[in-house]
């Protein structure tokens, strides 16, 4: 399957991969379906609310 590196400015260094749920939208979006694990570092940083993030895909300042 397909897999994306993704990195919240919320969490500097923390990457994790998620695998897309579509494919890339003609803006270049892609829907990432992301459930909160207890104890998680990242996951329930990113599940805080129901809103679109901006998230870092593959290396980008901010994120390192």
Do not use: F
Not at 2 to 28: E, F, H, I, K, M
Not at 36 to 61: D, E, Q
């Amino acid at each position: 399957g397909q897999a994306l590196a993704v990195c919240t400015p919320r969490l500097p260094g923390q990457w994790r991969w998620y695998s897309p749920a579509n494919a890339p939208r003609p803006d270049g979006t892609v829907e990432l379906h992301v459930r909160a694990l207890p104890g998680g570092a990242v996951s329930p940083a990113l599940v805080v609310s129901r809103r679109w993030w901006k998230l870092a895909v593959g290396v980008i300042s901010g994120c390192d």
